[in-house]
Nanobody, 123 residues
């Protein structure tokens, strides 16, 4: 099975940018479709963006369209989340996850999860 570790979170002002990384170990990340989810205090964990094994297909939530992009470097066994034009409502713990099948928006499709990284956007 694959182990996932997120990094790159932190505190940023509204309008700023952050890039999160998700490093995989134990198995090649190329074996999985990958997704990013987030969970704000008192809210359900929600899908943010996902990418297919090859990187040819991406899917994102409407709330991040045009601001967030996902990419993968299978050679480095790493997936990235580039977040631009950040808003206070983007504040959450961000999780990366791996799915055995294709890119999906539902939590149940993802079998492996990282521990999360905190992103805080100040107004």
């Amino acid at each position: 099975q694959v182990q996932l570790a997120e990094s790159g979170g932190g505190l940023v002002q509204a309008g700023g940018s952050l890039r999160l990384s998700c490093a995989a170990s134990g198995r090649a990340v190329s074996s999985y479709a990958m997704g990013w989810f987030r969970q704000a205090p008192g809210k359900e964990r929600e899908f943010v963006i996902g990418i297919s094994r090859s990187g040819g297909i991406t899917q994102n939530a409407d709330s991040v369209k045009g601001r967030f992009t996902i990419s993968r470097d299978n050679a480095k066994n790493t997936v990235y989340l580039q977040m631009n034009s950040l808003k206070p409502e983007d504040t959450a713990v961000y999780y990366c996850a791996a799915a055995n099948l294709g890119v999906a928006t539902s939590r149940g499709a993802y079998r492996y999860w990282g521990q999360g990284t905190q992103v805080t956007v100040s107004s």
